[in-house]
């Protein structure tokens, strides 16, 4: 059973808003994934990082979203001004293999309502 | 089957039949993991198959890879109930991800 405890398991903004949401992952695990999860079940990969150092993102010219994963603290996606585009669900995962290789160990996910 | 640009799929069985699930993928990937997700919660790992292994079985659960067709298949023997869940395959691109297929409806009637 996956222990990725994420934080708050609902969220409810207004346009415009910030929105910011927390993964705890598996303890041991160096490498942690954020997933955008529409409502029509698509996945969209949206960052990872080994320890605090991102791997991959994708290409936020909005830049609208930012995440971070300090030491010793939990890892945080943050929305900086959210849209009704943003409705979704929001899963972290964490891995110990930074490729894919190996299993992600998801947490419950935080569903985000953007009014 | 799952990926691209298709629609999630959906599958209504009775209990105790079996069910096959296919999923195809476009680039090249050294391993096919399978989720399955049910209601509220995030996807869980049911099978992970690697390109040097055709099948794969846990339980009632078995998994293919075809790495020339580019191709994978999960298979429940005898469903149950409790294997209602919407089920996905995803694969290692190029880079650090994993990229997920567009999910298969399960949903299994007593």
């Known amino acids: 059973n996956s222990k990725v405890i994420q934080t708050p398991r609902y969220l409810v903004k207004g346009q415009g808003q910030k929105a910011k949401m927390r993964c705890i992952p598996e303890?041991?695990?160096?490498?942690v994934f954020w997933y955008q999860q529409n409502k029509n079940n698509e996945f969209k990969f949206l960052i990872n990082?080994?320890?605090?150092?991102?791997?991959?993102q994708i290409d936020m010219t909005e830049k609208r979203f930012s995440a971070e994963c300090p030491s010793n603290s939990p890892c945080s996606l943050e929305i900086q001004s959210s849209e009704a585009g943003d409705s979704a669900l929001y899963l972290c995962?964490?891995?110990?293999?930074?490729?894919?290789?190996?299993?992600?160990?998801f947490g419950s996910g935080t569903r985000l309502t953007v009014l | 089957s799952q990926w691209g640009e298709e629609n999630l799929q959906a599958l209504s069985i009775q209990e105790g039949e079996d069910v096959t699930m296919n999923c195809s993928y476009k680039?090249?990937?050294?391993?096919v993991h399978w989720y399955r997700q049910d209601s509220g919660r995030g996807p869980a790992l049911i099978i992970l198959?690697?390109?040097?292994?055709r099948e794969k079985r846990s339980g009632r659960l078995r998994a293919t890879l075809d790495t020339s067709s580019q191709s994978s298949s999960l298979s429940i023997t005898a469903a149950q109930c409790e294997d209602t869940a919407v089920y996905f395959c995803?694969?290692?691109?190029?880079?650090?991800?994993?990229?997920f297929g567009t999910g298969t409806s399960l949903l299994v009637d007593p």
């Open positions: 995962a964490s891995s110990l293999d930074r490729g894919g290789a190996e299993t992600l160990y």
């Open positions: 995803a694969t290692r691109d190029m880079g650090y991800k994993l990229t």
């Open positions: 680039t090249y990937t050294t391993v």
């Open positions: 303890k041991g695990h160096p490498v």
């Open positions: 198959i690697r390109s040097n292994e």
């Open positions: 990082f080994q320890n605090q150092e991102v791997l991959q």
